[in-house]
């Protein structure tokens, strides 16, 4: 535990300023992490002989990422063509040889999928209106609701809630992921509405309803990345990071956190 707040803290010097001043230094920050995620996502499937396109697994995330982050217009072209890339790749390993062809492109199309074009979602949140404000309600509402969740189940799990996929998740812990969620939630929302620049814009009725969307919902990110692991004979995505294990592992709920952010901001905030 402690060697993980630790990292947690270094985590926090660097990534708080390149998420205040956002632009390229949220990109790099971001980009480190995703693109991070998405080698550590080709490297699962080789482990089990699956082969998905390293350079067109991690090089298209990192377009994606740019085209998200500065030309959104560029966007959705630029995801088309890395699937077509990968598709015309994999073509080519077929008649090399590569009898499972087929199944590695599906695999090099969830990595973009999945860690790219979902993963971008972390951009669009930032770049909305005073987005460093609303990451700044969004992900620590995830993050409290994930602490909350190991806090209480390590301590008081007993029912197990997915034992094939994790063990060690608990309903005693998901139950603490919705209620920490909601609190951080509403929480933050009240603190930015009073002292910081949502002042009208939101309440923290609505941001407690935020939070427990997340906190009821982001767990599913966690038990995602489970199942690649299990399927890898992984423990963890890899150990880069002391104490929290890789990028993937680092990220997984956020993906779902900065999708189900964005969406409610844009359907009923903003």
């Not at 298209?60 to 217009?73: K, N, S």
């Not at 301590?155 to 063990?167: D, E, I, Q, T, W």
């Not at 609505?206 to 199942?227: K, N, V, Y």
């Amino acid at each position: 535990m402690r060697r993980r707040v630790i990292t947690a803290l270094g985590l926090a010097l660097i990534g708080l300023p390149a998420i205040l001043l956002g632009g390229i230094y949220y990109l790099l920050l971001m980009g480190v992490f995703i693109t991070g995620a998405a080698l550590e996502y080709v490297h699962m499937f080789r482990s089990v002989k699956f082969e998905p396109q390293l350079q067109i697994t991690v090089g298209g995330t990192a377009l994606i990422l740019v085209a998200r982050m500065f030309f959104p217009e560029a966007a959705m072209p630029v995801f088309a063509a890395t699937i077509l890339a990968a598709l015309a790749y994999h073509l080519i390993s077929y008649e090399r040889g590569r009898d499972k062809a087929a199944l590695d492109f599906g695999a090099t199309v969830g990595g973009l999928v999945y860690i790219g074009w979902v993963g971008a979602y972390l951009l669009d949140l930032r770049n909305l209106p005073d987005g460093g404000w609303w990451f700044m309600l969004v992900m620590p509402s995830v993050w409290l609701a994930d602490s909350g969740a190991y806090s209480i189940g390590s301590a008081y799990g007993k029912h197990k809630m997915a034992p094939r996929l994790s063990p060690k998740k608990s309903w005693e812990g998901y139950a603490a992921s919705v209620f920490t969620g909601a609190i951080g939630g509403a929480f933050f929302a009240y603190a930015y509405a009073n002292f910081g620049n949502l002042a009208g814009v939101i309440t923290p009725l609505q941001g407690g309803l935020l939070g427990l969307i997340l906190g009821a919902l982001t767990p599913l990110g966690d038990l995602g990345e489970s199942m690649f692991k299990r399927q890898s004979g992984l423990k963890d995505s890899s150990d880069i990071i002391p104490g929290h294990g890789g990028f993937f592992d680092r990220i997984d709920s956020w993906l779902w956190g900065a999708v189900i952010g964005y969406y409610f901001l844009i359907w009923f905030i903003l």
